[in-house]
């Protein structure tokens, strides 16, 4: 069972950009789709963004369609999520998460079988 770390919250200004990133341990990310998924305080976890393996197909939320970039480095087994002209309803914790269904990558959080513990974005002026 692959293990996901995510790495490189912070708290941004609005407007500003900022990446995460989500790596593997125990075993790689090779034929996982992997996907990144918030949580903001009091709100359901919602999807953000995945991709499939090796990275050919990409889906977002409309919500951050045109905004946010999802990428992966399959020699480093990571996969990151570029996030850009962020705003306050960007603020929560980030989570990536890995499914095995790949032909399309997984929307639904249900279809994801590992999680990692979570990384905070803020975003306040």
């Known amino acids: 069972q692959v293990q996901l770390v995510e790495s490189g919250g912070g708290q941004v200004q609005p407007g500003d950009s900022l990446s995460v990133s989500c790596a593997a341990s125990?075993?790689?990310?090779?034929?996982?789709?992997v996907g990144w998924f918030r949580q903001a305080p009091g709100k359901e976890r919602e999807f953000v963004a995945t991709?499939?393996?090796?990275?050919?197909?990409?889906k977002y939320a409309n919500s951050v369609k045109g905004r946010f970039t999802i990428s992966r480095d399959n020699v480093k087994h990571t996969v990151s999520l570029q996030m850009t002209n962020l705003q306050p309803e960007d603020t929560a914790v980030y989570y990536c998460?890995?499914?095995?269904?790949?032909?399309?990558?997984?929307?639904?959080?249900?279809?994801?079988?590992?999680w990692g513990q979570g990384t905070q974005v803020t975003v306040s002026s």
């Open positions: 125990g075993d790689t990310l090779a034929y996982w789709s």
């Open positions: 991709i499939s393996w090796p990275g050919t197909r990409t």
């Open positions: 998460a890995a499914s095995r269904l790949t032909s399309p990558p997984p929307i639904q959080s249900v279809e994801y079988r590992s």
